[in-house]
């Protein structure tokens, strides 16, 4: 009896789901092994449902570009010991099959003097289909040592801040986070390789697939030097 609870606890340590935690350290990405590669698509990813720039809505005159006031960065993890797998669909088209663990990461910052993190957000494969995505804030915003946080909001969730911009102005941000409820609908609708989610529950990453070839390059080129083989099993 007690070796088939303990071989039965053996077998869940390996099936069960592991979704992302509430909290991570700072330096998740680093401390994981994230690697980054490059997004190419061009639809941008949204950093806000809305926002106004010292009171102002943004886009309105006097109010600088988002690609101004915030920058990102895209990683991707694979845990040690598995590979993607590139398949082909019924129309040829490649497909991977990205091992249970794998994570990609979209690092959201903003362009102040302190580049202070505004959001990490993260897939990560819990099952054979499923992706659990994550958006997480430091706890103290502006803070590059505090945990982060995950977000649990429903709808939007506003944010304020104020931040110091090289150019010596410290302008006042007022934002609303995403809906949390829209990451996957999203992903499905943009990522160009989004044929290889046969339903919106198996939707994934966006640029992290078989469209983005270029972008991916180098990720693969750092990923040989540093494990000795290759990311993929075929
Ligand atoms: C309006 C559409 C949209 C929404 C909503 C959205 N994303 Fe994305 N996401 C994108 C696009 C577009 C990219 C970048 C694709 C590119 O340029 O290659 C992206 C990239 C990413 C990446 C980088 C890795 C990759 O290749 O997928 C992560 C991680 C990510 N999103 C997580 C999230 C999470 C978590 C949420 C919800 C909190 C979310 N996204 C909401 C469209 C969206």
């Given amino acids: 009896m007690r070796s088939l609870i303990q071989q039965l606890s053996f077998f869940a340590v390996f099936v069960l789901p592991v979704v992302m935690p509430e909290e991570l350290p700072a330096n998740y990405l680093s401390q994981q092994g994230f690697l980054p590669f490059q997004e190419t698509s061009n639809v941008s990813p949204p950093y806000f449902a809305s926002l106004s720039f010292n009171g102002m809505p943004i886009g309105s005159p006097g109010t600088p570009q988002v690609s101004e006031l915030f920058f990102d960065t895209a990683f991707a993890f694979l845990p040690e010991g598995v590979q993607i797998q590139k398949l082909s669909d019924a129309s040829g088209r490649e497909v991977w099959n990205y091992p249970v663990g794998t994570e990609v990461a979209h690092d959201i910052h903003f362009n102040d003097v302190g580049r202070s993190l505004f959001e990490l957000r993260v897939l990560r494969k819990i099952s054979i289909t499923e992706w659990d995505f994550a958006s ?13 946080i995950r977000n649990h909001y429903t709808g939007v969730a506003p944010f304020s801040t104020t931040l110091q911009l090289s150019n010596g102005s410290n302008p006042r941000i007022d934002l609303k986070r995403i809906n949390l409820g829209f990451c ?39 990923y040989e030097a540093k494990f000795g083989h290759s990311p993929f099993s075929n």
């Avoid at 997480?136 to 982060?148: M, Q």
């Fill in 136 to 148: 997480y804030a430091p706890s103290s915003p502006g803070d590059p040592h505090s945990p982060l």
């Fill in 184 to 222: 996957k609908n999203c992903h499905m609708a943009t990522s160009p390789a989004a044929y290889q989610y046969p339903s919106l529950n198996e939707a994934g990453p966006c640029g992290f697939g078989p469209k983005n070839e270029l972008g991916i390059q180098t990720w693969i080129q750092n």
